[in-house]
């Protein structure tokens, strides 16, 4: 049987039958494309409704959204929102139905500011949440981590190895933030042995090298977070043993 | 009168556009079949095209009978239709096989068939159902309280402490059973509710957190129950019952010390809710 046998036994239908098929099949097919799309959010305000039901909150305040589309990633978008102590994330990405959701994540801070680390990337961080007072901001976070002799320091005798082979690299590092909205500072640390100059083709200059590139075999710890206000008072400190590093938050 | 000029004159009436070359078409062949058929009964070229284009009528009466079946609205009606249902049909195929559509699909209706009618009728729903482990049920509670939060409706409709031969001593499980109810499936359809931070309180004093909670605890990294960081932990699990309701399983472990008298579940968040479970002993 062929598809034009097939036609022949359809009942056919006049124009306005047709028109009630075609409407019919297109809203069942919308109501599909739906599900399989996780019933996405007409809104951002939806998005963060969702959020909030998720953790069985109500009356939160939507903060801002930052975007790292440019990188490829399926759910590129972050949507950040806070509830009295308590911080929300969440991604999401745009399809032709509206928002996809995707999972979120809920802290909970004190003093209501969050700093979380990059994916990857031991040299960019972000600190967000009640920071609308703060006119500027100031990260100093230690970079730390051992290292084997053989990979950055194989002819550099003098090299400091203990009795496997490793050698421990610890630099502390300043960054000033970068204003990205009221409620938003990003941190981008800055080699110091390639701007100093002083310390060219030793094995810490590699290993700095190595981490500020992706996968990075430093890591961050003792954080302190400065915020100060406009005549350059200290308003906030906050230190962080181990700052989080985020697979869920996205920024450029 | 010529045929096309009678032809242009009567399609010219039909105000939806896209449908005249149709009818001009159809018109065409009912004219031409007509012209044959005198031509076979013996009528010359000429009188044939005369004749059967007078039995066409007149060609405005014609058009504007063709105008009243072919009404725009109608027509345009029709054309956004087929182009909704073709674009809606593509959507569902390329979600389908290029995003995780069919995954998404497959998985729901997994969880949807998957209904129980009664709880733990033999054995915590947590073991295994081929497992050699014996287990008894010594005691048994639930709590006639409902909370209403965010549009849910959470009620404990079951719960039970459950008696293990373990190394010719006894240790004992606790499991309860949280549903939500929800009128908003869609938004309980993927990443529904996180219960990472409901605890679990027994009459020993027991606080229990689940692992969730725990791992993003520093101090609870301890995996030894003597340290002093040590927290315990329940676990919990989620399955659909139906369009508008989730279960929630838990189960902890009460390791020694005989069943527990009573459980506290909390969800400390927002507003929050507490249950209370006071257990009642089974006979065997």
């Known amino acids: 049987m062929n598809l034009r046998n097939i036609r022949?036994?359809?009942?056919?239908l006049n124009r306005k039958q047709r028109v009630v098929r075609n409407l019919a099949l297109a809203a069942l097919c919308l109501l599909l494309l739906e599900?399989?799309?996780?019933?996405p959010a007409l809104s951002r305000r939806g998005l963060l409704r969702r959020l909030e039901h998720r953790y069985l909150l109500e009356g939160s305040e939507?903060?801002?959204?930052?975007?790292a589309a440019d990188y490829g990633f399926d759910e590129p978008h972050t949507l950040y929102a806070r509830n009295e102590d308590l911080l929300?994330?969440?991604t999401y990405n745009w399809t032709p139905l509206g928002l996809r959701p995707w999972p979120g994540e809920l802290r909970r801070e004190e003093d209501g500011v969050c700093l979380v680390q990059q994916q990857w990337c031991a040299t960019s961080y972000m600190a967000f949440g009640n920071l609308e007072d703060a006119v500027s901001a100031e990260l100093t976070v230690t970079l730390a981590g051992r290292v084997n002799k053989a990979d950055y320091a194989a002819e550099d005798e003098d090299a400091p190895a203990d009795a496997n082979g490793l050698l421990e690299y610890r630099e502390t590092y300043t960054a000033r933030g970068e204003r990205q909205n009221p409620y938003c500072f990003i941190f981008r640390l800055e080699e110091h042995h390639a701007r100093d100059g002083i310390l060219d083709g030793t094995w810490q200059s590699m290993v700095e090298m190595q981490a500020f590139s992706p996968f990075s075999p430093l890591l961050p710890e003792d954080a302190v977070l400065r915020l100060y206000d406009g005549a350059g008072q200290l308003l906030h400190e906050k230190t962080v043993p181990h700052p989080e590093e985020s697979f869920r938050i996205y920024w450029k | 009168m010529e045929w096309k000029?009678?032809?242009?004159?009567?399609?010219g009436h039909v105000r939806f556009r896209p449908d005249r070359k149709a009818i001009e078409r159809e018109l065409t062949e009912h004219y031409m079949d007509h012209r044959q058929d005198l031509r076979r009964i013996g009528y010359d070229p000429e009188l044939a095209s005369q004749r059967a284009l007078r039995a066409m009528g007149d060609p405005d009466e014609v058009g504007r009978a063709l105008d009243r079946a072919h009404r725009p609205w109608l027509g345009w009606l029709w054309e956004v239709s087929r182009v909704l249902a073709a674009l809606a049909l593509a959507g569902v195929l390329w979600t389908a096989v290029w995003?995780?559509?069919?995954?998404?699909?497959?998985r729901d209706v997994r969880s949807l068939t998957a209904r129980e009618t009664a709880y733990e009728t033999d054995r915590p729903d947590f073991i295994a159902p081929d497992s050699d482990r014996q287990f008894q049920r010594v005691a048994s509670a639930r709590s006639g309280d409902t909370a209403e939060l965010c549009g849910y409706t959470f009620r404990v409709p079951y719960g039970a402490v459950w008696r293990e031969q373990r190394d010719g001593a006894d240790v004992y499980w606790l499991s309860a059973v949280l549903t939500a109810e929800h009128p908003r499936f869609w938004e309980d359809w993927e990443y529904g509710l996180d219960l990472t931070y409901l605890t679990l309180t027994d009459s020993t004093g027991?606080?229990?957190?689940?692992?969730?909670?725990?791992r993003e605890n520093e101090d609870a990294r301890q995996p030894e129950e003597d340290s002093p960081y040590y927290i315990p932990t329940f676990s919990y699990g989620w399955k659909r019952t139906g369009l508008f309701r989730t279960e929630y399983s838990i189960q902890a472990p009460v390791w020694s010390g005989g069943p527990v008298d009573w459980a506290e579940l909390r969800y400390p968040l927002g507003e929050g809710f507490t249950f209370r479970l006071e257990f009642e002993e089974v006979g065997p």
């Open chain 1, 88 to 90: 929300l994330t969440m």
């Open chain 2, 5 to 11: 000029d009678w032809c242009d004159r009567a399609v």
């Open chain 1, 62 to 67: 939507l903060l801002f959204t930052s975007t």
């Open chain 1, 8 to 12: 022949h036994r359809l009942p056919r």
């Open chain 1, 35 to 39: 599900w399989m799309l996780a019933f």
């Open chain 2, 99 to 106: 995003g995780d559509g069919a995954y998404t699909v497959s």
């Open chain 2, 206 to 214: 027991r606080e229990y957190r689940t692992y969730r909670a725990n």
